[in-house]
């Protein structure tokens, strides 16, 4: 019913730019927090950064200052601006969306897109 679909991920060098979209599709009621993780080879999945309904956000320590995360409410879509990149952000890249379907208004379900692979080398 939902899909959460990924752009923007590929190959840059250390100190580059790249910035990833995410589009959620369906049968939405509403969306409450947007936000994207990432995960390297041989570690756990963690979280980047995050962005309520009303634009609060919230950010790793590890991207503070260096990434923004933003969203357009009438796309439903997410966005992630990713500046000064450095070899340790590389990692298969996520977006999660909480989201109220049509035909379940009373609670809100976790969904995934398929994942994007960032690469920062040189």
């Known amino acids: 019913q939902v899909q959460l679909v990924e752009s923007g991920g590929g190959l840059v060098q250390p100190g580059g730019s790249l910035r990833l979209s995410c589009a959620a599709s369906?049968?939405?009621?509403?969306?409450?927090?947007m936000g994207w993780y990432r995960q390297a080879p041989g570690k756990q999945r963690e979280l980047v950064a995050v962005?309520?309904?009303?634009?609060?956000?919230n950010y790793a320590d590890s991207v503070k200052g260096r990434f923004t995360v933003s969203r357009d409410n009438a796309k439903n879509t997410v966005y992630l601006q990713m500046n000064s990149l450095r070899p340790e952000d590389t990692a298969v890249y996520y977006c999660n969306a909480e989201i109220r379907v049509a035909t379940r208004r009373y609670a809100a379900d976790s969904y995934w897109g398929q994942g994007t692979q960032v690469t920062v080398s040189s």
């Open positions: 369906g049968s939405i009621w509403s969306i409450n927090d």
């Open positions: 962005i309520t309904s009303i634009g609060r956000t």
